[in-house]
């Protein structure tokens, strides 16, 4: 279930983030509540994310990880999982960030505030995919293993 | 005024250029000393949960605080070097694990 969550909540997350994009790039007086409930949504989201994954990862994924050390794909642990959980940090404080500037800045009159609320966006989007493709090479990896030992 | 940012966002990116970067060098640090990962692991039960409780207090702790001591200003630099702490941030982490 665990496994389910974490990359559902992360996709739900990457979506929200496109939807602020939408949002900033059509800013008026009348989205200014969407625009920091897309913000803010993204973020709880990311959230979730890094409690699910980290949950399941503390707890359970010590197994797998034997499972995919022994098989044909063991730079599935070695590098993807190990850039993802230390690199999922980056996309979590940006996803705050991007909370906190939708909160504080007026992105009908402010072009530098729109301006950096993409750029923002566009990288929790861009490393959030890139989490959800370490993601699928890791489960592959715990499958190519398995395959191997004729599980 | 238009163009400027609250004193918010410039302390709290400021900060976020600070997690960012950390987080890149607190793994290479972990990554390297066996000891430094034995006593994350030791502080909170897995390395892991040291590591993310460590970025996010910096983050956090850092902008509220930067937020109180800046001004609100046009902070130029911050959208580039926000762009490259991440760049280099996500390309240290590549290049580690590579290199492992």
Known sequence: MLLMIHPTTGALAIFCAIWFMVEVLNASERNRGRTRFAALSSMWLMVATYIAGGYWYVVYYAADKAVILKGAWPFAHT?????????????????IYLAIVARKEDFVRNRSARVLALWVAAMV?????????????IAMGVRMGLVQAGI | ??????????????????AILGNTALTWVKEENPVVKAFMKQLLYHHWIAHGIAI????????????RVVRPSQARGLTPLLVL???????????????A
């Not at chain 1, 959030?128 to 699928?136: K, L, Q």
């Not at chain 2, 005024?1 to 600070?18: E, L, R, V």
């Open chain 1, 79 to 95: 590098f993807f999982m190990e850039a993802k959980e230390h690199a999922f940090f980056i996309t979590l404080v940006l996803s």
């Open chain 2, 1 to 18: 005024m238009p163009s400027t940012f609250s004193k918010q966002t410039i302390g709290y990116g400021i900060a976020a250029i600070i």
């Open chain 2, 56 to 67: 996010l207090l910096v983050f956090l702790v850092l902008g509220f605080l930067l937020s």
């Open chain 2, 85 to 99: 702490a991440a760049a280099l941030g996500a390309f240290g982490l590549v290049a580690l694990f590579l290199i």
């Open chain 1, 125 to 137: 989007i861009l490393s959030a995919f890139a989490m959800e493709g370490a993601g699928s090479f």
